[in-house]
């Protein structure tokens, strides 16, 4: 039987399902749901196209961020769906995973070999950047404005802009910087 959730009689959604269940559940669905985007914007496009006599794809850059959008978006949905302790690391790993296995279904036709060096690097590469995102999802969900938070939040986009595409971190990494000498630097002297 449900049990409110502190309120005089009144029943949310989410308290049918205990939580750890919920994240489960929830993580099965983010995995479903990652496998179908890879269906959607990849699965289908096995063509080599030429750009300058030069063979590139089968994806093309519009395929591919399309999808990491999708799934990017679909993560922080369920973390703020299921916002507990440990989600972080079970929803990144899920939708890294939902992606990666008809990937390397896919990719495993590869007479060389290497799809199995894609694998690996898709599942770590994916999993990590997915918890950056998910943990600084955390620290703007869950804490006050602070120049700690102001800081961390800044270094994190940094650190992730860097992974993703060097000279993005530029922005980021000017913000950081700013935060670090008028917020949080005089902060800990007053304090």
Not at 9 to 19: A, D, N, V, Y
Not at 32 to 56: C, S, T
Request: a neutral charge.
């Amino acid at each position: 039987m449900p049990v409110a959730d502190g309120h005089a009689g009144q029943m949310t959604r989410s308290s049918t399902i205990p939580t750890t269940g919920r994240l489960w559940l929830t993580a099965l669905a983010l995995a479903l749901f990652a496998a179908a985007m890879w269906f959607a914007w990849l699965g289908w496009d096995h063509e080599y196209y030429l750009v300058d006599g030069v063979a590139q794809g089968p994806y093309r850059a519009w395929q591919v961020i399309g999808c990491g959008v999708a799934i990017v978006a679909a993560t922080v949905a369920a973390y703020l769906w299921v916002p507990r302790a440990g989600a972080v690391f079970v929803l990144a790993g899920a939708a890294a995973i939902g992606f990666a296995v008809p990937w390397a279904y896919d990719a495993s036709s590869d007479d060389t070999g290497l799809w199995l060096v894609g694998l690996i690097m898709l599942a770590i590469g994916g999993g990590l950047g997915l918890t950056v995102v998910l943990l600084v999802t955390d620290v703007l969900v869950k804490s006050e404005r602070t120049p700690t938070r102001d800081l961390v939040v800044c270094g994190s986009l940094t650190v992730l802009a860097l992974l993703v595409y060097a000279p993005a971190a530029v922005v980021p990494l000017a913000v950081t910087v700013w935060v670090f000498f008028r917020r949080w630097l005089p902060d800990r002297r007053h304090a």
